[in-house]
């Protein structure tokens, strides 16, 4: 018996076995083997159990082609990112907006495809179509100019990403202010506005907020030091929450001390709450032999029915523990996932710390559980796991994280026998028993791109430049100069 010759089921049990690689390499071997290669439902069960970064899926609006293509060029990226040295030699590919509009940092690139820039000082945020080079004007401040933008991109539940944005706007006309919250829709048609939201001034308070995190449903931004979280905001809904007052069960004098700007605070929201975490930034003798320093956590959730009110809606305190934590920099990993038994809900988080010459990776997985008989709120509990560490200080890293926990990222460091070293990075936090696992290789070295193309020396040293990262397709976006001393926009392909 061949294997051409097994009924059509098993042939498909034993393809459900196989990588996208050897799934590719099936199609040499006959006709009838490439032709089975071909259907929908091979690619739709590889893409679900795919042990890679990918966008959300399989969907049924998902073509054969779109996972196929997705998976090969997931995999592309992921042969040599953590082996060997990806070396760039040529020029990068760069991409000229129609007037020079990449000044600072004000820009973001969405899933590596769309380039999204805020006229500072104008009233428009154009977007590029970087594929096929098609401007959009996604928003315009109608009677009035743009003065802050600041952003974060969750993804669709439908496919596609979202990408929502915290506009401080002044009229022209006068010395006003205000904010508005922007949800702008990207799929294969094109950026779409879906919303756009004025932020009463007693939600936002202050002249501008310092960190905006987005979950799958829930978004929150904030400040770092103040005690008073500002905004949260239900996505499916466009209802705006207050935070309750700073109040915590394990430390009674959290409300007071909270409220004099004593804490370091970080934000992550999910799909179903918004992580607070605290650190006193006063009281040195709380640290422990690894210089991290004891902080509260704190989880809030949307009220449910019976504690919603019309005027001003409020989030919910349900969990609050301790832990011991460096917090200054925190990326979401992997969204809420609930144990259907057990009620206890997991998130995890990735930080990286910087010490004596040496940036470390951690991975934390964040236990919710439900509140014990009696017990007004659910217990917190945090496990920590240091995936690697790299020589050197970290001044940049991007990843991106798949809905089920795979990551890929690079991280850009400067040390003092080196200079600047680029390394890439796969991280796999995707199991809710399993611990997280993370390896890192050199990833790619655009060193000799920049030697000569882009930046005076002095910034070539520390390459302390805003860098654009996406996983699925191994694209590198950064702003470099042009002809003529322009800015544009140099894409790094390495796939």
């Not at 290789?441 to 655009?446: S, Y």
């Amino acid at each position: 018996m061949t294997l051409t010759s097994l009924p059509y089921d098993a042939l498909y049990r034993v393809l459900c076995f196989l990588s996208v690689r050897e799934i590719i390499c099936l199609r040499l071997v006959c006709k009838d083997l490439r032709d089975l290669t071909f259907h929908t439902a091979i690619w739709h069960d590889a893409y679900k159990h795919a042990k890679l970064p990918r966008p959300l899926g399989p969907l049924d609006s998902q073509s054969r082609e779109f996972l196929e293509n997705t998976l090969v060029k997931s995999t592309q990226v992921g042969v040599k990112w953590n082996k060997q040295a990806l070396t760039i030699t040529s020029k990068a590919a760069w991409f000229e907006p129609e007037w020079s509009a990449l000044q600072g940092d004000h820009w973001e690139v969405v899933a590596g495809l769309w380039l999204v820039i805020p006229h500072i000082s104008g009233p428009d945020i154009l977007c590029y179509d970087l594929e096929r080079g098609l401007r959009h004007v996604v928003y315009h401040a109608d009677g009035a100019q743009i003065l802050s933008f600041k952003s974060a991109t969750s993804e669709a539940a439908d496919g596609g990403c979202i990408m929502h944005a915290i506009v401080m706007e002044s009229a022209r006309s006068s010395a006003s202010f205000s904010h508005k919250l922007l949800s702008v829709r990207f799929s294969s048609d094109g950026p779409l506005l879906e919303f756009s939201m004025v932020i009463p001034g007693d939600i936002i308070g202050g002249m501008g907020m310092s960190q905006l995190s987005a979950g799958k449903r829930l978004l929150c931004m904030s400040d770092h030091l103040t005690g008073t979280l500002n905004l949260a905001v239900d996505t499916r809904t466009r209802v705006l929450y207050h935070f309750p007052p700073p109040s915590s069960i394990i430390d009674p004098n959290f409300a007071t001390t909270c409220t004099q700007e004593t804490y370091l605070k970080r934000l992550i929201a999910t799909e179903t709450h918004i992580l607070a975490m605290f650190t006193p930034i006063t009281i040195v003798s709380q640290l422990d032999e690894g210089g991290n320093c004891r902080a509260i956590i704190q989880a809030f959730a949307l009220p449910s029915a019976g504690h919603t009110t019309t005027s001003s809606p409020t989030l919910q305190l349900t969990h609050e523990g301790h832990c011991y934590l460096d917090i200054e920099r925190v990326s979401l990993l992997c969204d809420s996932m609930t144990d259907a038994v057990t009620g206890q809900t997991q998130i995890k988080f990735l930080t990286h710390c910087m010490r004596l010459n040496l940036t470390k990776y951690f991975a934390h997985r964040v236990t919710l559980s439900p509140p014990l008989p009696g017990q007004k709120l659910g217990n917190i509990s945090l496990t920590t796991e240091q995936l690697f560490s790299v020589p050197g200080y970290a001044n940049t890293m991007k990843f991106t994280t798949s809905f089920d926990g795979h990551a890929r990222g690079i991280c850009v460091l400067h040390n003092e026998r080196d200079g600047t070293e680029f390394y890439g990075f796969t991280i796999d936090a995707s199991s809710m028993d399993e611990p997280c696992s993370g390896i890192v290789g050199p990833g790619v070295d655009i060193k000799e791109v920049e030697a000569t193309e882009s930046f005076p020396s002095s910034l070539r040293m520390t390459w302390n430049v805003k860098l654009a990262f996406d996983g699925y397709l191994g694209r590198i976006c950064y702003r470099k100069r042009g002809q003529a001393g322009r800015n544009v926009l140099a894409i790094v392909d390495l796939a």
